[in-house]
């Protein structure tokens, strides 16, 4: 069985500090990738990154920054210099090899930025 | 390039009636996916077909929920007869090939009221 953890249901901060949200997930997999969306208020959900468990290389989009660590089971995301634009719902995911095309979502992390 | 469709975007219907949902994929995605988003529930995954077959079904909530692909440009879920517990923000997500790897994108939504 696979389990996706976002442990914040609700972060608020004011724009231009420095946020990260924790993802944690559980499997049994060999093989799996992980995955960030973005759920704007608008309401559709946004792919934004998707790495495989083989490749624990941090990533860096702009402002954007993950942070895959295997032995403690996470994958953190980061926004620096956060904006207003970046307030939405965040879901991290998970897809294993043993649970065919199955995407398991955690139950994501409401993000406030204020002004 | 358009992205995977959903229509309508807004329904709102009594108990009892029929409800279809439609979705058109992303041209050239061969799996496709319908979720269910809640409050209490979160993201659940309902049905995902493969090629236009339903490969794995488990997450329909019962016999008044079926999923349909005839083509690989079109799918339908309809609820019949619908229930006010049906009320929920209904996601289509396609992807391409069929390993479990790849990103799914996601439609708008269609937001289902049931009075």
């Known amino acids: 069985a696979q389990k996706v953890t976002q442990a914040q249901t609700e972060i608020s901060v004011v724009e231009k500090e420095d946020v990260t949200l924790d993802c944690v997930y559980e499997t049994r997999d060999t093989t799996y990738y992980l995955f960030w969306y973005k759920q704007p208020p608008s309401g559709e959900l946004v792919f934004l990154i998707r790495?495989?468990?083989?490749?624990?290389q941090n990533e860096i989009s702009g402002r954007y920054s993950w942070n895959f660590q295997k032995s403690t089971s996470s994958f953190n995301f980061t926004i620096t210099a956060s904006q207003v634009v970046d307030s939405a719902v965040y879901f991290c995911?998970?897809?294993?090899?043993?649970?065919?095309?199955?995407?398991?979502f955690g139950g994501g992390t409401r993000l406030m930025v204020k002004p | 390039d358009a992205g995977v469709i959903q229509s309508p975007r807004h329904e709102v219907t009594e108990m009892g009636q029929e409800v279809t949902l439609r979705c058109k994929p992303i041209s050239g995605h061969n799996s496709l996916f319908w979720y269910r988003q809640t409050m209490m529930r979160g993201l659940e995954l309902l049905i995902y077909?493969?090629?236009?077959?339903?490969?794995?079904d488990s997450g329909m909530p019962e016999d008044r929920f079926s999923a349909k692909m005839p083509n690989a440009s079109f799918s339908t879920l309809k609820i019949q007869p619908s229930e006010p517990r049906d009320s929920a923000v209904y996601f289509c997500?396609?992807?391409?090939?069929?390993?479990?790897?790849?990103?799914?994108?996601f439609g708008p939504g269609t937001r289902l009221t049931v009075l």
């Open positions: 790495r495989n468990s083989f490749d624990e």
């Open positions: 077909f493969n090629n236009n077959v339903p490969i794995d």
């Open positions: 995911a998970l897809s294993g090899n043993n649970a065919g095309n199955m995407l398991t």
């Open positions: 997500a396609s992807s391409l090939g069929q390993g479990w790897y790849n990103e799914q994108f």
